[in-house]
Each structure stands twice: as structure tokens, then as C-alpha cells.
């Protein structure tokens, strides 16, 4: 992909940032140490951990770091690219710096304040945007671009080790940010837009990045303008569009159909932002990294595996969006299936963005039919506690009275493929529980014929191993094992191989949306749903969603604050399973 710029916080080779970023005129990353090299030299050491890096590694971006040199020509590839990825045609002059156009379609709204612009803040702090780079919001709202830097400014956090000359560079993110005003389907607004661009831009190779933080009602209207009227001429012009893409397989189809009017498929960038964990990102190293996990990763040897979420909070302030999808949509069909597909895939070819997507794409196709009589649906109620007293979904004034959309789900999956018959993969998500986390539970067979079967008693469930990845909060990696209590007798006790993320590591994590809006100035795919992914996963989907409607089958309804329905366990066991995160030891 034609990068025209480095984040070079990646590479081993501290030698090669510092080759290249000389040549081409970065911007420093920190400004700790006096010299080029002892910064890079010391914050090669410091930040061994949890840098931020496009996803898909060296290759990549050692090839962008010696190839988006200005004026050189560019390969084959990046000709490629380039052609497939602009829209206008229009040849980009040589010679020029790049400059990158990052606009917020819906600054004005709650994902944009909450995650959007902390995430290009902190990017910026990092050093990972481009020397030349603009930030603009557009909405409906009017204000101006004091009155945005304003409300950017109280989500802006320094978090990074609080660094120094934090107040600097915010000030100097902030100058960079502006604001426009417009109507979504407005051709004009978005021509004075491009206008306000290309003011920003002028004497450079200008590539635009457009990130749809909108509702779904709107997104058709804005790739329309936006790709007419406000796209790059010479440069590139991608687009990052919000879940949720669609409802079904036929509103996602027809989503896809309009959007390919205006934009190439290597132009959308479907985020789920899942993907952009660390965890997740961490699931695919260990298990090809490790021997000791990968011939293990099998029906020979798993019994089952949990995919967990569950919130703490229920829809507040978002029922009218919520009631229209329910838990199954919001958070199963993309969040959960995504890391399914990255858990259950075969090896992929290479870690190329295209061959990790087939193998998810494979996964989705293997997959059985979800039975209605394999998922259970449940619905938050009004409780007290404490004191306190906690709403109900329908208590929620934009929740129409009796509406029967899920807020809890669970559901028991199947992979018909030789690696995974007949394992059953459970997912489990819900609002308004006792607790908020995300987590992939791994529970492994019996050992056969186990010399210590006595010491654990009848229940020998107890006693096997669970691979636990918990996503969030506190994020960690720990194995269930057995083993012996210190002492002249043989007692056996469950202990934990404990990797704590915040034990282990001094850096804080980076969100997941700085992960996937730098992949997105990347041009890096592989944590973006390929349009064929999205096809699979609402295949999988709609039908079950459609016989729920139909039947309009009555969600269990469970107290605010609590475990969530019995009917979760009931269909646990049904598959002989066990819930994970209830068991003592969870
Ligand atoms: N918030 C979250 O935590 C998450 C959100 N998402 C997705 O991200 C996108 C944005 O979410 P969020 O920021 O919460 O959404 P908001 O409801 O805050 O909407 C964003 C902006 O869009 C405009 N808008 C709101 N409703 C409408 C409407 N009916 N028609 C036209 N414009 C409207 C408003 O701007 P103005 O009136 O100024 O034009 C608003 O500020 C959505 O697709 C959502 O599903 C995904 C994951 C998590
Ligand atoms: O996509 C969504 O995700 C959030 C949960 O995200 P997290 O990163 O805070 O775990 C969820 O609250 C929301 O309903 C859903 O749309």
C-alpha cells in the first residue's frame, strides 16, 4: 500500500528508523534524549512492549519505509494500489510530500469524543501520524473549531507513561483539528468541505482517510458525498465505517451493493474493533508461535471453548440504537464470531491480511446452521440493590413498552470440519450483568486413564485444564493446571500459570482504535472484515435472527446486576458444558 509516511515506532532495527526517518523528514516520536540515535536507541529499549505497529508486521513496512520516498517512482504494487484506490484518476504530480486528511463524519458524537480523537491524540503523541497530517469533524451541529477543540480536549490523555510536554502536544493536536459543519447527504457541504481540504493541503500529495462515526441510516448518504465531492484527487481516499453493517444478509448485501457504487472494496475499512484488542491480537502468536498450544488446538484435545462478554451497564442512553439489533447483532455476530473465526482457523499461508481473512472466511463457511433450540435469549429487569435501584430494559423512555429484543444471549456453535467436530463453541454476551468482561475460556479434555483420578473425586470436570485469554478488564493469559500442595502428603489444588499483563509488562496498552486507525493510514486489511467475511457471518446469523422475530420468541428476563438467565446453564449443559466464569475458581 502507498504509505507515504513511517510510524516508526515499529522495527527491531532501531538502524533503519533512524536511515529512514532522516530521509524522510519525520517528525521525532519523543523528545526524551538530545541525539536521533540515542532517542531511538533508548526508546527501542523502553518500549520493547505494546508499541504501536500496523498489524501485519516487517515486511510491510520495511518495503514503505524505503519505497514512499518522495519523488521516487512508485513499484508495480504501489501503481496498483494507487489506481484501485483514488477515484478521481487524476495523476498525482511528483515530487510532493504526502499529507493525510483524517475527517471524523459525526465529530459531534459519542464515539468520536469517547474513543476517536483520544485515539488519533494519542497516535500523535506516539509520534505515528505523519509529519503532515489535518484532523477535521464534520456534523450536522454547528460549532466551530474552538468550540470541537474544546470538547476534544477534555477526553485528551496523556496516558502514556505521562509522559512530558503533555500540555504541548495537545495544544499542537489540537491546532491541527477543525471543524465543519454539514448536512450528511449534502453534495455541497461536502464540496465546501473538500474546499476547506484542500486549503490544508495545498502543495502536497493529499491522502484522505473518512471515518463514519455514524448512525447506519446515514453511512449510504456520506460515502456518496464524500467520495463525489470531497475525495482525493492525486492521493489515496479510504473510508472506516462503524458497525453495525447492516441488519441481515439482505440489508448488509444492499449496504455493500450502494457502497461499491462509489468506493472500491480496498477503499472500506469495516472495523470491529474487537479485532484491535490485544488479546486478540495476541491469540494468532500464541498459538503459531508456541509449540505447546497448536497440537493441542483440536477436537483430540479441547473439549469445548466460551467466547464471554458481558457488561456491567445496561443500554442507557442507547436503547433507541439497541432495540433495533438486540445483544445478537451488537455483539455476537461481528465481536464474538470474529474471534471464533481467529481461534478456529487453519494456519494461514502467511500473515498477510488476504490469507488470515481466508482462513476466517473458511471457518464461517464451515460452520453449522445455528438451532434455535441451541440459543436462549434473556432481558434485563428493574432491580434494587442496596439501596439502589436499577432500571429495566423497557424502563428506558426510547425503548418502545414490551419489546422483546435481547439484551443477553447465549448460544451453542458448531464447526463441521475435521480440526473441530463436534466441539461445541459457546458464546455468551449480555448487559446489565454482575460484572464487565470479555474473555476466551479453553477447556480441555480428561487425561485418560489420570494416576490422580482419586485425588479429585467424582467430578472430574474439575479437574481438567482451561486455557483462560481474558480480553478485558486486566488483561492476562493463565492456565488452569493441577498440581501438588507443598507438603509430605498428596494433595493435589488447582493453581493458575499466570501471565498478568500488568505484572508482566510497564507499558499501558494502546486502545484498540489507535491500533486500527493506524492500520487504516496503513493501508493494513487484515483487523478490517472483508466484504466476504460480512456475508458469512450474517449468513450464519439471520436466519436464527429472523426465527426469533418470527416467532417472536420471549427473552427470559433476569434481575439488572446479575448472573444473567438460568436458561445460560440449561443449554451449557445440554452440550455438557460448564460455564467458565461461574465456577469457583473462574
Ligand atoms: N458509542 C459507542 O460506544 C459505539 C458506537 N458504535 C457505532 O459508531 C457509530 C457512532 O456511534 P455514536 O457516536 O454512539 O452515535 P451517536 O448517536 O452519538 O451519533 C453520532 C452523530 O451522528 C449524528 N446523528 C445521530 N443520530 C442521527 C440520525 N438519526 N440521523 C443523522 N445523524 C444522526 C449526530 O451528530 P449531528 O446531530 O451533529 O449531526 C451524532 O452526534 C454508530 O454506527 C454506532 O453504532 C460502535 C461501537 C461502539
Ligand atoms: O460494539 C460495541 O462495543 C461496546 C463494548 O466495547 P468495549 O470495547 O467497551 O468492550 C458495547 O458497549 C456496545 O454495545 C457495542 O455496540
Redesign the pocket.
Known amino acids: 500500500m502507498a504509505t507515504h509516511f513511517t510510524h516508526y515506532c515499529l522495527h527491531s532495527a532501531w538502524k533503519n528508523e533512524l536511515h529512514a526517518s532522516k530521509r524522510l523528514n519525520l517528525e521525532p516520536c519523543t523528545t526524551y534524549a538530545s541525539s536521533w540515535v540515542t532517542r531511538i536507541r533508548s526508546r527501542f529499549r523502553q518500549t520493547k512492549h505494546f508499541e504501536l505497529n500496523s498489524s501485519n508486521g516487517h515486511p510491510l513496512n520495511a518495503v514503505s519505509l524505503q519505497d514512499d520516498v518522495p519523488g521516487k517512482p512508485p513499484s508495480n504494487e504501489q501503481a496498483v494500489n494507487h489506481v484501485q484506490e483514488h477515484s478521481s484518476g487524476a495523476t498525482a504530480p511528483e515530487n510532493l510530500e504526502p499529507t493525510l486528511s483524517i475527517t471524523v463524519v459525526?465529530a459531534?458524537?459519542?464515539?468520536?469524543k469517547?474513543k476517536i480523537f483520544p485515539a488519533l491524540f494519542a497516535l500523535y503523541y506516539e509520534g505515528c501520524l505523519p509529519k503532515n497530517f489535518t484532523v477535521f469533524g464534520y456534523?450536522?451541529?454547528k460549532m466551530n473549531d474552538e468550540e470541537l477543540r474544546e470538547i476534544i480536549s477534555r477526553t485528551l490523555t496523556c496516558r502514556i507513561d505521562k509522559r512530558e510536554n503533555c500540555d504541548d502536544k495537545m495544544e499542537q493536536f489540537l491546532n491541527r483539528c477543525f471543524y465543519h459543519s454539514g448536512m450528511?447527504d449534502s453534495e455541497d457541504d461536502f464540496a465546501a468541505l473538500d474546499k476547506k481540504l484542500k486549503e490544508k493541503e495545498a502543495g502536497k500529495l493529499p491522502n484522505r482517510l473518512f471515518y463514519l462515526?455514524?448512525?447506519?441510516?446515514?453511512f449510504v448518504d456520506v460515502v456518496r458525498c464524500a467520495s463525489l465531492r470531497a475525495s482525493s484527487e492525486t492521493g489515496w481516499t479510504r473510508v472506516i465505517v462503524?458497525?453495525?453493517f447492516g441488519r441481515d444478509s439482505e440489508s448488509s448485501g444492499e449496504l455493500t451493493r450502494c457502497f461499491k457504487q462509489y468506493l472500491t472494496e480496498d477503499q472500506i475499512f469495516r472495523i470491529d474493533?474487537y479485532l484491535g484488542k490485544e488479546l486478540v491480537e495476541n491469540l494468532s502468536v500464541l498459538r503459531f508461535s508456541n509449540l505447546v498450544f497448536e497440537p493441542l488446538w483440536s477436537r483430540n484435545y479441547i473439549r469445548n471453548v466460551q467466547f464471554i462478554f458481558s457488561e456491567d451497564f445496561g443500554t442507557e442512553g442507547r436503547g433507541g440504537?439497541f432495540d433495533n439489533y438486540g445483544i445478537i447483532r451488537d455483539i455476537m455476530q461481528n465481536h464474538l464470531l470474529q474471534i471464533l473465526a481467529l481461534f478456529a482457523m487453519e494456519t494461514p499461508v502467511s500473515l498477510d491480511g488476504e490469507d488470515i481473512r481466508n482462513e476466517k472466511v473458511k471457518v464461517l463457511r464451515s460452520m453449522r446452521p445455528i438451532q434455535l433450540e441451541n440459543v436462549i435469549v434473556g432481558q434485563y429487569k428493574g432491580h434494587s440493590k442496596g439501596g439502589k435501584s436499577y432500571p429495566g430494559y423497557t424502563d428506558d423512555p426510547t425503548v418502545p413498552k414490551g419489546s422483546l429484543t435481547p439484551t443477553f444471549a447465549a448460544a451453542a456453535l458448531f464447526i463441521d470440519n475435521a480440526r473441530w467436530d463436534g466441539v461445541p463453541f459457546l458464546m455468551k454476551a449480555g448487559k446489565a450483568l454482575h460484572t464487565k468482561r470479555a474473555e476466551i475460556r479453553v477447556q480441555f479434555r480428561h487425561v485418560p486413564g489420570n494416576l490422580y483420578r482419586k485425588n479429585f473425586g467424582t467430578d472430574l470436570d474439575k479437574a481438567t485444564n482451561e486455557l483462560v485469554l481474558r480480553v478485558q478488564p486486566d488483561e492476562a493469559i493463565y492456565l488452569k493446571i493441577n498440581n501438588k500442595v507443598p507438603g509430605l502428603g498428596m494433595r493435589l489444588d488447582r493453581s493458575d500459570l499466570n501471565l498478568l499483563y500488568r505484572a508482566r509488562y510497564t507499558k499501558e496498552i494502546p486502545d484498540a482504535y489507535e491500533r486500527l486507525l493506524l492500520d487504516a493510514i496503513e493501508g493494513e486489511r487484515r483487523l478490517f472484515i472483508r466484504s466476504d467475511e460480512l456475508d458469512s457471518a450474517w449468513a450464519l446469523f439471520t436466519p436464527l435472527l429472523k426465527e426469533l422475530e418470527v416467532q417472536k420468541i420471549a427473552p427470559e428476563l433476569y434481575p439488572y446486576g446479575s448472573r444473567g438467565p438460568v436458561g445460560a446453564h440449561y443449554l451449557a449443559a445440554k452440550h455438557n458444558v460448564r460455564w467458565g466464569d461461574l465456577s469457583d475458581d473462574s
Open positions: 459525526g459531534s458524537g459519542d464515539l468520536a469517547k456534523a450536522r451541529t450528511y462515526s455514524i448512525p447506519p441510516n446515514v462503524e458497525k453495525p474493533h440504537y
